[in-house]
């Protein structure tokens, strides 16, 4: 099997090293001439950062972040709010770092090399023909159409792959126009975090960026000008009240932000991931993660078909099961920044006399950032993952804690391997299955998974089948579908 994967953003380069750590043959071809050096995708959320840690494409992203430790809003030099996202408001390994996009990108295409991957740069899907169990792809500037299993389009907003497709993708603009630059500057600004100034006439944002004096502004803007750059200085003084001399900007580019969501994530052998299913609003910083999630949830789907362990309606769960993550996502930014720009006298009394008072209290403030982290990421209710709703009442009545279910994350745990070393799961994770229990015994009926599943023990007195996402697929105990069952929503034979 082939996969054929049009777009080498991170969500393309995250799809091509989960596939070929399983030994998937892939073909990853983009339209640019080369990689991009500046990008409009600031965040890695804690759950992108833990998949990219799964495909072992971290790398020292960490160490050359910068950690957000805070979120602030400003009137003036009044600050209205702020958040403190240091202070153990998410719960995990992994902070929220403030880091370009052309670095994940750089990292992810450092471990696509290490697994014998290329990027075919300056090659763009120009057609596609769906055909027995495959697509014939024609690709610009080589001679004979090629022919793939499956053709992924991860090509972004304007995506050839949805567009040859003919999969809508229907939405609205939010924001007609932004400025947007990465500048260097001398701010009275505390560095640690983001700091946002809502204004009458627009928004005003501050990010901090590795190096010592590197900032991103974001603003909205109704107007050209002949000089982008100083009309970014005349709105961060009339907005912030901030005056600084502007040096040359690193990368200066001007943005309509809008909400669109794919109508669907599959049409036979063509499956579109990351931005070109899905874009929305970039506060939050949830589009690259979001995009991440979605190659990560599709590479494990098609490593079992490829494997013959499963059949190919298999990827009908994955449009089941990330769907309604990307509508989540549009819904959230779309109110953040509806709320953020208060373009009408009823937001900016929802924001100044609701939200902001709201906000400043503690529990609010983690609720917030726990759902902006994605950690709470769950697909109970979804085809992999049916609710059982009388064993829930059953077990309240008894009353016990439902715990973990089946489609939750299974947090990063301490593991014990068969030669009594002990490791981390999501390092053992590495794309397969996990067996976790009280010891190593193996029932027979894993078998059915081949050598895509091994075993870890540690103190638990169930057994848990965790899937290579760290998903939470079968759990035995507490009145739940059998195992075989489980298996059989897979297509496992």
């Known amino acids: 099997m082939t996969v054929l994967i049009a777009g080498a953003g991170p969500t393309g380069l995250a799809l091509a090293c989960g596939l070929l750590r399983r030994d998937v043959p892939v073909r990853l071809v983009d339209a640019a001439d080369g990689p991009a050096v500046t990008s409009r995708a600031l965040g890695v959320q804690p759950r992108g950062a833990e998949v990219l840690d799964r495909l072992d494409a971290l790398g020292d992203l960490p160490e050359r972040g910068i950690r957000s430790m805070s979120m602030s809003m400003h009137a003036g030099d009044r600050d209205l709010l702020r958040v403190r ?87 609205v603009p939010l ?42 502004f974001i603003a909205t803007t109704s107007s050209e000008a002949d000089d982008a ?76 078909i490829e494997r013959g362990i499963a059949g190919e309606t298999l990827v009908d769960t994955y449009a089941a099961e990330r769907r309604p993550i990307a509508a989540e996502v549009l819904g959230s930014t779309t109110l953040t920044t509806t709320i953020l720009l208060g373009s009408t006298f009823a937001t900016r009394l929802l924001r100044d006399r609701i939200v902001l008072p709201v906000m400043r209290r503690p529990i609010a403030q983690r609720r917030l950032l726990a759902a902006a982290s994605q950690l709470g990421v769950s697909y109970r209710g979804g085809p992999l993952a049916p609710a059982n709703r009388l064993d829930l009442l059953r077990a309240a009545r008894r009353g016990e804690m439902p715990g973990i279910r089946p489609g939750d994350r299974v947090p990063d745990l301490k593991c014990v ?37 091994h075993t870890l023990a540690t103190d638990v007195r169930e057994r848990y089948l965790i899937r290579p996402d760290a998903h939470l697929a079968w759990r035995s105990g507490r009145g739940g579908i059998s195992l075989d069952a489980s298996l059989d929503l897979l297509a496992v034979p």
Not at 186 to 201: C, F, V
């Open 229 to 304: 750059l100083d009309q970014l200085s005349g709105l961060l003084t009339s907005r912030t009240g901030i005056r600084a001399e502007l040096g040359e900007p690193e990368w200066l580019s001007t943005f309509r932000i809008q909400r669109r969501l794919a109508e669907h994530y599959r049409r036979g052998r063509i499956v579109l991931a990351g931005d070109a299913a899905h874009i929305h609003s970039p506060f939050g910083g949830q589009g690259l993660n979001t995009g991440i999630g979605d190659a990560e949830n599709l590479a494990w789907k098609l490593v079992l």
């Open 85 to 171: 996202v240091g202070e153990a408001v998410v719960r995990g390994r992994y902070p929220i770092l403030l880091v370009s996009q052309a670095e994940v990108e750089a990292t992810l295409r450092r471990r696509l090399a290490d697994l014998g991957g290329t990027v075919e740069w300056g090659t763009a899907v120009t057609d596609a023909t769906q055909c027995s169990g495959g697509v014939e792809v024609t690709l610009d500037g080589v001679a004979q159409p090629v022919r793939a299993d499956w053709l992924v389009g991860c090509d972004g907003a304007h995506s050839a792959v949805r567009k040859l497709a003919n999969i809508d993708f229907p939405g």
């Open 417 to 453: 391997l068969p030669d009594g070393s002990t490791t981390m799961l999501y390092r053992q994770l590495a794309g397969r299955w996990v067996l976790l229990g009280p010891d190593h015994t193996r029932p027979p009926a894993f078998s059915r998974l081949g050598t895509e599943i």
């Open 175 to 216: 924001i007609e126009r932004f400025l947007l630059a990465d500048v260097h500057a001398d701010l009275p600004l505390d560095r640690s975090g983001t700091h946002l100034w809502p204004h009458r006439d627009g928004l005003m944002a501050v990010f901090p960026l590795p190096g010592d004096d590197l900032w991103r």
